[in-house]
């Protein structure tokens, strides 16, 4: 099942801006929801699984498409 | 050995395996219950020394942990509302002095001259931090100044040092209003001593 209403484009944007910003856009989604985020900064890769085990927040999917990160979060 | 002593020796390896568990069951309650915090301590007010409070604090905040920092001697110029950061390769001789832009031939290359003959040529000082925002810019770093408007969207605790105000005759109306308050070392090693993570920059 894909259920991505909500998208974050980051791509360009370098530590820890990415981080930065997934955390505003998850701030602003119901509990459950699922944010989608597209970042260009290899140094995402980790850090985004940092950010979901620190935040509680869910890691669906995680990985490379076309040269891009991409993060699938569910909101806890 | 007698019935009972046996008895009594089962009844208190019951007691230990309860005892382990309730206090591991206490011990996960609490660290669940815990939020992290971290203290900063950030004394340089240069552009390049003033990144690692600033990222720090606001990704320590984007992970939901309480933050404080506390600005003190040069690193009060990180507070100020005209926020004018230089940086120079001077005594930094591990800065790589490379042009962004310019003739193919010279694009990307370390330029052949030693920091300290650069750094006699007026202006110097200006042209190294322009270089170096605009390599920043190139590579999607954010400035200071939206790393610190972050900090304090995020709720992240500026705590100025009162003293070094006096000793440099600030004014206070030069700083940004967000400040929380004006402290001492005694003011803020009490939260440092509580804190998860202390850091001295």
Redesign the interface.
């Known amino acids: 099942m894909t259920e991505t209403a909500h998208t974050l484009d980051a791509r360009?944007?370098?530590?820890?801006?990415p981080?930065?910003r997934?955390?505003k856009a998850i701030a602003g989604l119901d509990v459950g929801e699922v944010l989608e985020v597209t970042s260009?900064?290899p140094g995402s890769l980790k850090d985004m699984d940092?950010?979901c085990s620190?935040?509680g927040h869910e890691m669906l999917s995680s990985g490379e498409v076309d040269g891009d990160f991409v993060f699938r979060i569910r909101k806890a | 050995m007698s019935a009972s002593a046996t008895r009594l020796d089962s009844e208190s390896v019951d007691m230990n395996a309860w005892f382990d568990q309730r206090f591991d069951e206490k011990m996960a309650e609490r660290e669940a219950a815990h939020t992290p915090s971290m203290t900063i301590i950030a004394t340089k007010g240069t552009m390049d020394m003033a990144y690692p409070p600033f990222i720090l604090a606001s990704t320590a905040a984007a992970l939901g942990w309480d933050v404080a920092v506390f600005f003190t001697f040069y690193g009060l110029n990180l507070l100020k509302k005209d926020l004018d950061l230089k940086v120079t390769p001077l005594g930094n001789p591990a800065m790589p002095m490379k042009l962004s832009q310019g003739p193919a031939w010279l694009k990307g290359r370390e330029l052949p001259v030693p920091t300290s003959v650069m750094s006699l040529l007026p202006g110097f000082e200006r042209m190294a931090t322009k270089m170096m925002r605009k390599t920043m810019d190139g590579k999607g770093i954010a400035p200071i100044a939206d790393l610190r408007e972050m900090c304090i969207e995020a709720e992240v605790k500026l705590v100025a040092c009162q003293m070094t105000v006096d000793l440099f005759d600030y004014g206070k109306e030069e700083f940004i209003p967000e400040i929380e308050e004006w402290v001492g070392a005694a003011s803020f090693l009490p939260r440092a001593m509580t804190a998860d993570v202390n850091l001295f920059v």
Do not use: E, H, R
């Open positions: 360009g944007l370098n530590c820890p801006l981080i930065l997934t955390k260009s900064d940092s950010f620190q935040t």
